[in-house]
Structure formats: C-alpha cells, structure tokens
C-alpha cells in the first residue's frame, strides 16, 4: 500500500514558484508529523519542513525559512510545500515523509517515505 505520494515538481528557473503536493493515506495523515525532505545530487538526504495536526506547529530548516512554507489540508488528507524565490542550490528530489514527533522528523528518522519528486531550479 503507497502511503504518501508527492506531486509538482518540475523544472524552473531561479525566483520562480513552486508548490509540491504530498497526498497520505488517512491512517498515516492523522497519526504522524507530516514533512519534506530533500536530497540534492552527491549529497545526503536533509530535513526542509514538518507540520503537526495544528497548522500552527511548524519547524523549518534554516536554509528555507522565509522562502519555503509548509500546510496541510485534513481535510483531503494533502500536505504542500509552497517554495518560492527558489535558488539553483534548491535543486534536489523532494521527499514527503511521516514521523511519529518532530524531533523524530528532524533527525531524519521517519516511518514513512514518499517515492519522491524532482525539483530542478536553473540559474
């Protein structure tokens, strides 16, 4: 069973918008932290974003703070990042993930991975 499936990725260019969409099975929505990862080309796998039930919880990683703003719809069991004035270093997969706590999301332990979505960003 696919738990978490992202969407909206693509190809543009630097200042653009983007916005990814990440739909969850409902047991997974309702029980977990919802949140973005990214892993660029040679790099390792980072924390971007997480949001608990309450919209109002939400923990960024420095490197997006201000440009980068995560949401979620319960009631059509969706979580979205909204990137904006994105940069050619925001070029990565995008990975949605589900996560028993934030601290958990964070250090980069969640339950559950999305298959993940390319975001390509150029100068």
């Known amino acids: 069973q696919v738990e978490l499936v992202e969407s909206g990725g693509g190809l543009v260019q630097a200042g653009d918008s983007l916005r990814l969409t990440c739909a969850a099975s409902?047991?997974?929505?309702?029980?977990?932290?919802l949140g973005w990862f990214r892993q660029a080309p040679g790099k390792e796998r980072e924390f971007v974003a997480g949001?608990?039930?309450?919209?109002?919880?939400?923990y960024y990683a420095d490197s997006v703070k201000g440009r980068f703003t995560i949401s979620r719809d319960n009631a059509e069991n969706t979580v979205f990042l909204q990137m904006n004035m994105l940069k050619p270093e925001d070029t990565a997969v995008y990975y949605c993930?589900?996560?028993?706590?934030?601290?958990?999301?964070?250090?980069?332990?969640?339950?559950?991975w999305g298959q993940g979505t390319q975001v390509f960003v150029s100068s």
């Open positions: 409902r047991s997974i929505f309702i029980n977990n932290i």
């Open positions: 993930a589900a996560a028993g706590s934030m601290s958990t999301m964070q250090l980069g332990s969640p339950r559950s």
């Open positions: 949001i608990g039930w309450s919209a109002d919880y939400t």
